[in-house]
């Protein structure tokens, strides 16, 4: 039997989703999550994180809105996993690190070859 460690992040239960600031914003996490919609706009959040487990439950995401969160600090390293990701939105984001934005310019580009 699996452990707890293994069990797949649980996105709509997390705090995280629970501290988006909009309903809109949830109901495109909620979309996401049960594979409805490869798109999710996270924009204009005033989150500070995302947590790391989030994007592997994500992984058919072709397109991420993150433009206008300018509170958030770092994008997580499971960012990695959305190897179907085309467009990634980062613009106004001016507290991420610099460490991020390299890791958020370059996935799309990885997955466009």
Aim: glycine share 8%; hydrophobic share 35%; proline share 4%.
């Amino acid at each position: 039997m699996a452990g707890p460690s293994s069990a797949p992040f649980d996105v709509l239960g997390s705090e995280w989703f629970a501290s988006l600031d909009e309903d809109d914003r949830q109901t495109s996490v909620r979309a996401a999550v049960a594979g409805e919609s490869t798109e999710l706009d996270l924009s204009r959040s005033r989150m500070t994180h995302i947590p790391e487990g989030v994007f592997s439950t994500l992984t058919v995401l072709t397109k991420l809105d993150l433009g206008g969160c300018r509170s958030l600090t770092a994008l997580p390293e499971s960012l990695g996993q959305l190897r179907a990701l085309t467009t990634l939105d980062l613009r106004d984001c001016i507290s991420l690190t610099a460490e991020s934005r390299k890791r958020g310019e370059r996935l799309p580009k990885r997955n466009k070859r």
